[in-house]
């Protein structure tokens, strides 16, 4: 996949580009929708845990000159923190998003077609559905609630922001302010349930032309009480039978409090050769200083 841009007839690469820098110098601002990544921090329990440690200290070696270096090491899942599902990540009765088998294209350890490699870095227009603002719930969506086609049909009309094919579509259910919480099971939330999509929803965001989808929970979809990951329909609406890619785990209460609900969106993942997916760090530009 490649990352095209296109331009006004009679207009040259070049007046495009010089159009793009005035309108950063008029001043941008830019919304962080990734989580810091801390030892510790709530994530799917099916995961390798982030960890990072320091192998040198400052003075652990000190150059002749007194100048000394430190480094790290970090291990972590794909999927732990702000990441990108690659279309590798699901299966469906055996097979990919491209009809291939399953077990076979993963075989060497590595996805070759479908990995975290093969996803294009993301510079598009993002859209923010506000759901909870929606549905007049300030507290957000409830613990296990389904976000229907008619809630996301309803942000729509309540913003005047329509989904356009090629876009990046990022829906906030209002569970992202447990993610800091104390008790870091509340924002897994396995016994309570975590608002989310389903089936329907999934198909509605592939049906306006979503490239992806993102949301501010683990899952992205609706998990009901008790059942943790044990279903996952939205993933194989989106990765396995519509080719969306799916954006877990977004920090969205600043945009939505900002009420910014249409931007330019900038993913860029990390092309691990294979991979089922990759930690990102998604930014939202919209402009003013």
Avoid: K
């Amino acid at each position: 996949m490649t990352t095209t841009s296109t331009t006004t007839t009679g207009t040259s690469p070049s007046t495009g580009t010089a159009s793009l820098l005035a309108a950063v110098r008029a001043g941008v601002r830019t919304y962080d929708l990734g989580r810091r990544l801390t030892i510790g921090m709530p994530q799917s329990p099916n995961h390798p845990p982030f960890w990072h440690a320091l192998p040198r200290r400052h003075g652990d070696m000190v150059r002749p000159d007194g100048g000394s270096a430190a480094n790290d090491i970090i291990t972590m899942g794909t999927h732990v923190g702000t990441h990108i599902d690659a279309f590798a990540h699901v299966s469906q009765d055996g097979q990919l998003l491209d009809g291939s088998d399953a077990g076979a294209a993963g075989r060497g350890g590595r996805f070759a077609e479908l990995g975290a490699h093969t996803i294009a870095p993301m510079v598009r227009r993002g859209v923010l559905l506000d759901v909870p603002a929606a549905l007049g719930r300030p507290d957000g969506c409830a613990p296990g609630y389904e976000i229907t086609p008619e809630d996301l049909t309803a942000a729509v009309e309540r913003q005047g922001t329509p989904v356009q094919p090629g876009d990046v579509v990022l829906v906030r259910s209002g569970w992202g302010r447990l993610f800091d919480h104390e008790d870091r099971t509340r924002f897994v939330g396995h016994a309570s349930g975590v608002p989310g999509v389903g089936a329907a929803g999934a198909t509605w965001l592939a049906d306006q032309g979503a490239h992806a989808v993102g949301a501010d929970t683990i899952a992205f979809e609706c998990l009901r009480p008790g059942a943790g990951h044990s279903s996952l329909p939205a993933h194989r609406v989106l990765l396995v039978e519509r080719g969306v890619y799916i954006i877990e785990t977004m920090a969205l209460e600043e945009l939505a409090a900002d009420g910014v609900h249409e931007f330019l969106f900038v993913l860029s993942p990390l092309a691990i050769f294979g991979a089922t997916g990759s930690p990102v760090r998604p930014l939202a530009v919209v402009a003013g200083a």
